[in-house]
C-alpha cells in the first residue's frame, strides 16, 4: 500500500508515476523544480507563464522525456477560449518535445462552455498525434463523468479535498473500464482547509486526497521549496487512518 501511495502506473497511460503532481502556477523558483526533479516526482503541470518550470523542465529531461508526464492545456476565459491547436503547438515548443501526455481544456465552470465546436477541437488534437490524452477541468463532477463514460475524455482534473467529497459519490464509482486518469486539484481548499476553524497541515490536505485509490494525482503548487519539502516530507508519512 505504501509504494502505490506514491507511485503507481497512470492508469490508462501507464507510465509509472509519482501521485503527487507539481504546478509552478505560485512561482515557486526554478530550485524547488530541481528539487522536486531530485525527489523523483515526475508529473508537471504547467500553464505558457510557468517560466520556473518551462526553463528547467527542457533540458533536465530531455534524455529520459518518456519516463515524466506533461500535461498543459488551453484556457477557457470569460471573453473567450485559447486556440486549442495553436495552444499545444506553443507548448511543444517550450518544452522542445515531440508530444505532450495530456492536453487539457481548462476552465469548464459550466456545461455550456463545452460547445460542440470545442468537441471538436480537442478531438482534433487527441488524433494530432501530439498527445497522448485530453482532458478538461471542472467543477461540474457529474458532467466530467458523463464525458469520462462516453469516451470524450481521456482523463478529468476535478476538485477533491476534504471541504468537497462529492466526487467520491459523483465521480469515483462511475469511472469506466478504459480506466481513464483522475487528477485531483486545490486539495486544500484554495488554503481554506489551512486556517480556523480547520487548522489542517497542506501535507494532511494532499494525503486526504491521495488515501483514495481512484485519485491517479493530486497537484501540489508550493509557493517555495520550503512548502515543498514540508509537504514532501508529510505526504510520504503514507495513507491517512480511515
Request: some cysteine.
Amino acid at each position: 500500500m505504501q509504494e502505490q501511495f506514491l507511485r503507481a502506473p497512470l492508469a490508462k497511460l501507464g507510465t509509472p508515476t509519482c501521485r503527487i503532481g507539481l504546478s509552478a502556477s505560485y512561482r515557486p523558483g526554478r530550485e524547488t523544480v530541481i528539487r522536486a526533479l531530485d525527489e523523483g516526482l515526475n508529473y508537471y503541470f504547467f500553464f505558457g507563464f510557468d517560466t520556473h518550470m518551462t526553463k528547467v523542465l527542457p533540458d533536465a529531461i530531455r534524455s529520459r522525456r518518456e519516463q515524466f508526464v506533461l500535461a498543459t492545456g488551453a484556457y477557457n476565459y470569460i471573453w473567450g477560449y485559447q486556440n486549442l491547436s495553436r495552444t499545444l503547438e506553443s507548448r511543444l515548443r517550450q518544452m522542445k518535445t515531440d508530444y505532450i501526455d495530456l492536453f487539457h481544456f481548462l476552465g469548464v465552470t459550466r456545461r455550456k462552455h463545452f460547445t460542440q465546436k470545442v468537441r471538436d477541437e480537442l478531438q482534433a488534437v487527441r488524433e494530432s498525434g501530439l498527445v497522448r490524452g485530453v482532458s478538461i477541468s471542472t467543477h461540474d463532477r457529474p458532467f466530467a463523468a458523463s464525458l469520462l463514460r462516453d469516451g470524450t475524455l481521456d482523463a478529468a482534473m476535478v476538485r477533491y479535498n476534504a471541504a468537497h467529497r462529492n466526487a467520491e459519490t459523483e465521480i469515483f464509482p462511475h469511472l469506466p473500464p478504459s480506466n481513464p486518469v483522475v487528477i485531483g486539484f486545490t486539495a486544500t481548499c484554495w488554503t481554506k482547509l489551512l486556517r480556523p476553524p480547520y487548522n489542517l497541515s497542506a501535507g494532511t490536505c494532499y494525503r486526504f486526497v491521495l488515501s483514495d485509490p481512484a485519485v491517479n494525482v493530486c497537484l501540489m503548487a508550493p509557493r517555495s521549496r520550503k512548502e515543498f519539502d514540508e509537504n514532501l516530507a508529510e505526504i510520504r508519512k503514507g495513507p491517512l487512518n480511515p
